[in-house]
């Protein structure tokens, strides 16, 4: 009897069951996605993931999770979906399928037939990287859960590594495994080739996580660069799939084209394959909150006392300042919601001016936001980083993919810029593109990515926090100045060390700026009836004193008070407690 694992360690073996009884239907492999999903609903705990899980501990063609960003997509791909092999002492034919694998299969004494009833499929190939900017207490949380069940289930049986292991079958599943596997695609060999290190093409330096090349079987899927997605499939790590980039000789192969063979064909060790069976698009990666919308933790109850706590927290961070504390945490909740023409309504590119010159501040206060979010990235703005650094990704057409760049990054990354570390200095060309470039993200949210003949507008929405010593030269949304009321300790890292909460208060701030990002708000006709009588009362006044600008950062301000504060509707009181915190803010400004 096949083991209870099976389903997980040999989803293939399902696989080909369900295509031999319903091969007859076309949409037989709705019936795949079926059987998984109902298995996945209290299951998925049992499926390893890359992202935790070492690649050489997981046994190729068994399920597995990855929760990545998609960093480009290719061509797609055309395979065999049905074919026929022969039986070569008795002329038997049978049908076989290559979905869900790389290889196709042909038992011992038989062999392909060329024919008319093989079926041509067609699938997606997406070229995903680990969410960039993760934060390590995310990571963390998502490692103790899989390595848990990923030990159980690798223990379950007497084997040295799961690789290697010989899952229990029955004996005719057995006897079906003894095949010689045949690439889809021949192996290139003739044309001599410059062997270059592998680009795992992580948009940020320094991140070396894992990438995989996802293949999806819904054509009409629409897939967007940048975005998140966890996805759950068969796991494929064949060396046939290295033939393409490890040849150095090719039978008649363009050596123009080997470049783009040799990147879209990686070696499966580095660069593994996992064929789609189940995706989720994820609008967080926040592991204490669940990714359903509908059943995401309701914050209301407790949200006065959790902002009050975060404040206070913000406030030691700030060395005492409350209004550059209040601002903080509106900075942290703010999101793109809507857009308006050229306007990305909701965003809040806050600048913290009045930093202590000289200082590890910049560095330490991005540490603390690292604690908070699920995504950030502190940029020190030095000449060296903006000439040397490549923020926009680049179209090469040569590989035929998508070069990644530093501002390649997913919805909801808070980035952190230094400006303090800017000296004076030249920049170069490339340090003038990164400028505009990082101006247009703050400014518009979205970044023309290159690609070579004309550019192509992608959107984004990135929480960007400027820290400069005057003004930033960014065009920042609200600018606010920091006011001590303690004297800036001499020992910054001592002072931040001191800034400690308790892990499960920590946690709770976690959910609760996950929670108020993504909630729901309402501008009822009466109260923005009185918006617009403060609005004309004021510039009654002064026509200089409120601007259409000033307006529209007051109603995304206020839109922030309200979900932070829990409430899904503007409140006349929070209207008003927005306008003295305005008030305040800009009087330090002059």
């Known amino acids: 009897m096949p083991c209870v694992e099976n389903w997980t360690l040999n989803p293939l073996h399902a696989i080909h069951n369900l295509f031999e009884n319903t091969r007859e239907d076309q949409d037989w492999h709705r019936g795949v996605e079926n059987y998984f999903a109902d298995k996945l609903t209290s299951n998925l705990h049992m499926i390893p993931s890359l992202n935790e899980v070492s690649l050489h501990d997981i046994r190729s063609a068994s399920l597995v999770r990855f929760r990545c960003m998609v960093q480009d997509t290719f061509e797609p791909e055309y395979f065999l979906e049905t074919y026929q092999i022969v039986n070569k002492q008795n002329g038997h034919k049978t049908f076989g399928t290559s979905m869900y694998s790389d290889v196709i299969e042909c038992p011992d004494g038989f062999e392909f037939v060329e024919s008319l009833e093989n079926k041509t499929g067609c699938r997606q190939v997406l070229y995903c990287v680990s969410v960039p900017a993760e934060t390590s207490w995310v990571k963390e949380k998502f490692k103790p859960k899989q390595s848990a069940c990923f030990q159980d289930a690798s223990t379950s049986k007497n084997t040295k590594r799961p690789f290697e292991e010989d899952m229990e079958q029955d004996e005719s599943a057995t006897s079906e495994r003894n095949t010689t596997k045949r690439p889809k695609a021949s192996a290139h060999s003739g044309v001599n080739i410059s062997r270059t290190p592998l680009k795992k093409n992580h948009p940020l330096p320094n991140e070396d996580g894992p990438v995989c090349i996802i293949k999806v079987y819904d054509e009409n899927k629409d897939f967007k660069v940048n975005e998140i997605y966890e996805f759950i499939g068969v796991l494929s790590v064949d060396p046939a799939l290295s033939a393409t980039y490890d040849s150095s000789t090719g039978d008649g192969i363009d050596e123009d084209h080997m470049e783009e063979d040799r990147a879209h064909h990686?070696?499966?060790?580095?660069?593994?394959?996992?064929?789609?069976?189940?995706?989720?698009?994820?609008?967080?990666?926040?592991?204490?909150?669940?990714?359903?919308?509908?059943?995401?933790?309701?914050?209301?109850?407790?949200?006065?006392?959790?902002?009050?706590?975060?404040?206070?927290?913000?406030?030691?961070?700030?060395?005492?300042?409350?209004?550059?504390?209040?601002?903080?945490?509106?900075?942290?909740?703010?999101?793109?919601?809507?857009?308006?023409?050229?306007?990305?309504?909701?965003?809040?590119?806050?600048?913290?001016?009045?930093?202590?010159?000289?200082?590890?501040?910049?560095?330490?206060?991005?540490?603390?936001?690292?604690?908070?979010?699920?995504?950030?990235?502190?940029?020190?703005?030095?000449?060296?980083?903006?000439?040397?650094?490549?923020?926009?990704?680049?179209?090469?057409?040569?590989?035929?993919?998508?070069?990644?760049?530093?501002?390649?990054?997913?919805?909801?990354?808070?980035?952190?810029?230094?400006?303090?570390?800017?000296?004076?200095?030249?920049?170069?060309?490339?340090?003038?593109?990164?400028?505009?470039?990082l101006s247009a993200l703050v400014k518009f949210q979205k970044i023309d990515y290159d690609f070579q003949f004309h550019p192509v507008t992608f959107y984004h929405d990135v929480s960007t926090l400027v820290l400069s010593e005057g003004k930033s030269m960014l065009p920042c949304d609200c600018q606010v100045c920091l006011k001590p009321e303690i004297p800036i300790p001499t020992d910054l890292e001592s002072y931040f060390k001191q800034l400690v909460v308790p892990l499960d208060l920590m946690n709770k701030f976690r959910i609760y700026l996950t929670c108020a990002r993504l909630a729901d708000y309402e501008l009822s006709d009466s109260m923005m009836k009185n918006i617009e009588d403060d609005f004309v009362a004021a510039r009654r006044v002064d026509e200089n004193k409120m601007s259409a600008d000033d307006l529209h950062l007051r109603l995304v301000l206020a839109r922030l008070c309200s979900t932070t504060s829990g409430q899904e509707k503007l409140a006349f009181d929070v209207w008003q407690r927005l306008e003295r915190l305005e008030n305040e803010r800009k009087a330090r400004i002059k």
């Open 266 to 437: 990686p070696p499966p060790s580095l660069v593994p394959r996992l064929h789609c069976i189940s995706m989720l698009k994820l609008n967080h990666i926040n592991p204490l909150v669940s990714c359903d919308s509908s059943s995401a933790l309701d914050i209301s109850n407790m949200a006065v006392n959790l902002r009050h706590d975060l404040i206070s927290f913000l406030k030691h961070a700030t060395f005492g300042d409350e209004l550059t504390a209040e601002y903080l945490l509106l900075h942290l909740a703010a999101r793109v919601h809507n857009r308006t023409g050229t306007m990305a309504v909701g965003k809040l590119a806050l600048n913290i001016a009045n930093i202590p010159p000289g200082s590890r501040y910049p560095n330490l206060l991005s540490q603390l936001i690292e604690q908070l979010v699920t995504k950030a990235y502190y940029l020190p703005m030095s000449l060296e980083n903006m000439n040397k650094l490549k923020f926009i990704p680049k179209k090469n057409y040569s590989s035929n993919r998508l070069d990644a760049g530093l501002l390649q990054l997913s919805d909801g990354t808070h980035l952190i810029v230094d400006e303090t570390a800017l000296k004076p200095g030249q920049l170069d060309t490339n340090g003038v593109k990164n400028v505009q470039a």
